[in-house]
């Protein structure tokens, strides 16, 4: 689980890098607004912790760039700010917590943990990659024009794939995101599915995006070949 962090505050920053480290993230930090929207929109984060008053960018611009840009990257608000108006303001713009400093550590991982396992919100109607097209909406698949059929589960899985592009998910964690329960780590049921769902997007194009990683999982990505 990869977090940005974005605090101006060196000190904090580097308070929240070590915390969230030792339980197993891996952080960037980014010590101010242009920086911060600029690791926000390069790099894939499972969240964004947000402070409101940087130099320059604010957290409030930072944020609304991202959603005006379909970049649904979970975001969680920082700031020694704790007026009700603020707090709507940061919730109106697609935040999806806010944290009043002072904060106990304790409480910000619990609030991490609970945004996390949400995962991003789903406000895109379409997920794309290279020439493949996944209509949220419509429950609609296509590569390069052409409609692609998939059963439900199939459906489930490439959205999960899309939704996490360029990150390698294991196969219990798509056992669990797409059957909901958890299989032995020595099941085929993840295998099976993603070969049948490989016949179908991928095979028949010369393009692959439906990649193995030996003795992890999948990952779904453009790759040169
Ligand atoms: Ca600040």
Do not use: C
């Amino acid at each position: 689980m990869r977090i940005l962090i974005v605090e101006d505050e060196q000190k904090t920053a580097a308070y929240l890098k070590k915390g969230l480290t030792e339980n197993g993230f891996v952080v960037d930090v980014a010590n101010s607004g242009d920086d911060g929207l600029h690791y926000a929109l390069t790099m894939q984060y499972d969240l964004i912790i947000l402070d409101v008053m940087l130099p320059e960018v604010d957290g409030w611009t930072i944020l609304s760039q991202l959603r005006s840009q379909s970049n649904m990257t979970p975001v969680l608000f920082l700031t020694a700010r704790d007026k009700v108006q603020d707090r709507v303001k940061g919730l109106e713009l697609g935040a999806d917590d806010y944290l009043v400093k002072p904060f106990a550590f304790s409480e910000l991982l619990a609030r991490i943990r609970v945004i996390i396992r949400r995962g991003p919100q789903s406000k895109q109607d379409s997920l794309v990659i290279a020439d493949l097209e996944l209509d949220l909406l419509a429950h609609k698949v296509t590569r390069a024009g052409a409609s692609i059929d998939l059963t439900q589960k199939e459906f489930m899985l490439l959205s999960l794939l899309l939704q996490r592009a360029g990150q390698v998910l294991s196969r219990t964690m798509i056992a669990e995101q797409v059957w909901d329960i958890n299989f032995d780590s020595d099941t085929n049921v993840v295998d099976v599915a993603i070969r049948r769902l490989r016949t179908k997007v991928d095979d028949p194009f010369e393009k692959k995006l439906i990649h193995t990683v030996r003795g992890v999982g999948y990952v779904l990505e453009e790759r040169d070949e």
